[in-house]
């Protein structure tokens, strides 16, 4: 049983997800002087949330790029296909599958 199908066992819920992930550099700071926030710009953040927007409930869709450096840590994606971005035009999607066990999806970074 997964985190979220727990969740909304336990709370009488029907809660769906959509994750958008994208990699690169990002700028970070805090803004506001009344309410001091934390927050992070760059296209590699705008490209994340455009994963997000466009993904599908109950899927992870992540960037061709990062769907490479995820199956060098021993993840599987399938291709999705093109995609219209907002402002990228058409990117070449992929979904990252869940249903690996756990001790397999354990990579590490720096190898």
């Not at 934390?38 to 994340?48: C, E, L, R, T």
């Not at 296909?81 to 397999?104: A, C, E, N, Q, W």
Request: glycine share 12%; hydrophobic share 35%; aromatic share 8%.
């Amino acid at each position: 049983m997964g985190k979220l199908d727990f969740i909304n066992k336990h709370s009488f819920n029907d809660f769906k997800l959509r994750i958008g992930i994208n990699h690169g550099p990002v700028v970070a700071g805090v803004i506001g002087a009344r309410k001091p926030q934390y927050d992070i710009w760059g296209n590699s953040v705008n490209v994340a949330s455009r994963m997000d927007t466009t993904g599908v409930l109950g899927r992870i869709q992540v960037t061709q790029e990062t769907s490479r450096v995820l199956q060098r840590l021993g993840y599987t994606c399938h291709n999705r296909g093109l995609i219209k971005v907002k402002g990228k035009g058409d990117l070449r999607t992929y979904f990252v599958s869940t249903d690996m066990p756990r001790s397999t999806s354990q990579g590490n970074v720096l190898n």
